[in-house]
């Protein structure tokens, strides 16, 4: 099956500076990749996806860059904010064999933003 | 989100107990998951289901049981078999049957989640 692996497991930085967030993946064949926001003790929310077909993808302050050669993807925000904090998460679709239509995650990183 | 809930939120258990944790959504999703999330270990992939009366196994189902005879509910129950199920139980569904996506978007949206707590 499809294999996760997401760096750096925390991560502390000060408001306003830039966060990265890298996830690697086994299976060449997948083909649709979300990251995740999750706040202490609520659902994880979706905050920007990204598809094979495309490279990168921007929604304001959140970037994903996605390279498929290498089999990873990361997570860029700019000028965070304490309200940034919170656990993000990757997570990678399956296309092929047993691993078709399901997500596999991340183990998830801890961002904090000091104000 | 709002469209999928999950109860109890915070559910306490017995040794040797089946329990069962409830998951609605009045989306009209076809497919519907059940997540565990440990500290440190993401969220791992209980069962899912795509269609009303079908489902399969994920990456944990050993000691869980579902069913989805209704295409708004997919139960899950937590059978004394299942070692250490103290977690928090998390509820997702999505649109589209995985099996028949071709490159489309397939977003999870998840429920507020159950805590378990085994006593």
């Known amino acids: 099956g499809e294999n996760v692996e997401q760096h750096p497991s925390t991560l502390s930085v000060q408001e306003g500076d830039s966060a990265v967030i890298k996830c690697t993946y086994s299976?060449?064949?997948?083909?649709?990749f979300p990251w995740y926001k999750q706040e202490l003790g609520k659902r994880p929310q979706l905050i920007i996806d990204?598809?094979?077909?495309?490279g990168e993808k921007k929604d304001q302050r959140i970037a994903v860059t996605l390279n498929k050669t290498a089999k990873h993807f990361s997570l860029h925000i700019t000028e965070t904010q304490p309200e940034d904090s919170a656990v993000y998460f990757c997570?990678?679709?399956?296309?092929?064999?047993?691993?078709?239509?399901?997500?596999?995650f991340g183990q998830g990183t801890i961002l904090t933003v000091h104000p | 989100d709002g469209g999928i809930t999950q109860s109890p939120k915070y559910l306490f258990r017995k040794e040797g107990q089946n329990v069962t944790l409830s998951c609605e959504q009045n989306?009209?999703?076809?497919?519907m998951y059940w997540y565990r999330q440990d500290p440190g270990q993401g969220l791992r992939l209980i069962y899912y289901?795509?269609?009303?009366?079908?489902?399969q196994k994920g990456d944990i189902a050993e000691g869980y049981s579902v069913s989805r005879e209704k295409k708004e509910s997919f139960p899950l129950t937590v059978t004394s078999a299942q070692k250490n199920p103290t977690a928090f139980y998390l509820c997702?569904?999505?649109?589209?049957?995985?099996?028949?996506?071709?490159?489309?978007?397939?977003?999870?949206?998840f429920g507020p989640g159950t805590r378990l707590t085994v006593l």
């Open positions: 299976d060449s064949a997948s083909n649709y």
């Open positions: 997702a569904s999505s649109m589209q049957r995985p099996a028949l996506v071709a490159g489309g978007a397939d977003t999870q949206y």
């Open positions: 989306l009209n999703h076809d497919a």
């Open positions: 990204i598809r094979s077909n495309v």
């Open positions: 997570a990678v679709r399956g296309a092929g064999g047993t691993s078709y239509g399901k997500l596999t």
């Open positions: 289901s795509q269609i009303v009366n079908d489902f």
